[in-house]
Structures are given as C-alpha cells and as structure tokens.
C-alpha cells in the first residue's frame, strides 16, 4: 500500500506543480531556483521524451496509455506478491515478466519502488496528455538546457535506473510460487 501512495503522492506532486507552471512561468524566459541550479521554464511537449512523434500526437497518446496501462499491471501483481492465477491475461503476462526479476525480499522492495516511481510519473504525463493533448514540462539544468523535464521525468527516470540496477545486482534468488 505505501508504494501505491508514493506513486500517488508522485503523480499529486507533478499535477499541482504543472498548474503552478502553466499560470506563473513563461515560455519565454527561464526563472532561476536552487542558486541558479535548476532554471524553471513552461514547455508544451506534444510528443514522447525529447518531443518525439510530436507530429503523430494520437500514436504517441495511445502508446503513452499502452504503456501506463502495462506498468499498472505490473504494479498491482507487485502488490499480490508476483502471484498469478489462471486466466488472469494480462496479469499472467505481467507476472511472466516479473518472474525473471525475482530477487529475493530485498529485490522486491526495490522493484515495488521503481514501479511506483515509474507509475507516479507516468500518471501524471498521461493525464496531461490525456487532458490537454501535451505533457506541461518546467525543469531546465544548466547543463542540459535544450531538454525540459517535469518531476514525472524525473522519476521515470529514476525508476527504470533502479530497476535496471536491481536486475543487475539482485541476488538471483527466486522465490517460489505456490
């Protein structure tokens, strides 16, 4: 339950600080924070990362939902400890994918934890995409000025390194589905 509220609290975080972007920065002009560490912009992105397929905005909205649909499957397997029945289709798919993951209690605590930092972020620019036809992004670094990032980014970002890292150095034990 606390991983579904970290991905809740993750999506809540993103959709209020897009509204305060969208009614108080300008696409103009980056506004300093952090000591001039972090730049704080508006960006419509109507595609993917980096504006990919923005020409394509209905492709890119039907497989940003494929994708947020899929990881919310994942996610709700996580939360019945992996386990799949019989005839539960996507979710034996999902749990298909998750048993190649499997890395002991430790593992599972990381992967619950990059799901739902996957799923919060992926929450948030679905629904903006949904709801507006683009993702509201506001985070410019210095040193990455060309790319615009929302907290949502952020954390599907950290969320696919740390469920790469827990592929690569779990344990390699597998739990047993009974």
Known sequence: MRYGLLAAGIAAVDLLLKRYAETNL?????????????LLTKY???GAALN???KKKEWVLAGSCAIFGALAAVFAMEGRGGKAGAGDGLSGMADAALESAE????????????????????AS????????????DYIRFPFLKRIVWNIGDLFILLGAV?????ELFG????????
């Open 162 to 166: 740390l469920a790469v890292v827990g």
């Open 44 to 46: 419509h992105n109507h």
């Open 125 to 136: 620019n679905v629904s903006d995409r949904v709801r507006k036809g683009y993702v509201v």
């Open 103 to 122: 890395s002991g209690r430790g593992g599972r605590k990381l992967r619950r934890f990059a799901l739902a930092c996957l799923l919060g972020g992926a």
């Open 171 to 178: 344990n390699g034990k597998k739990e047993q589905v009974r």
């Open 52 to 54: 990919v397929g923005e």
């Open 26 to 38: 300008s696409a103009d002009e980056d506004k300093e924070a952090a000591g001039g560490r972090i």
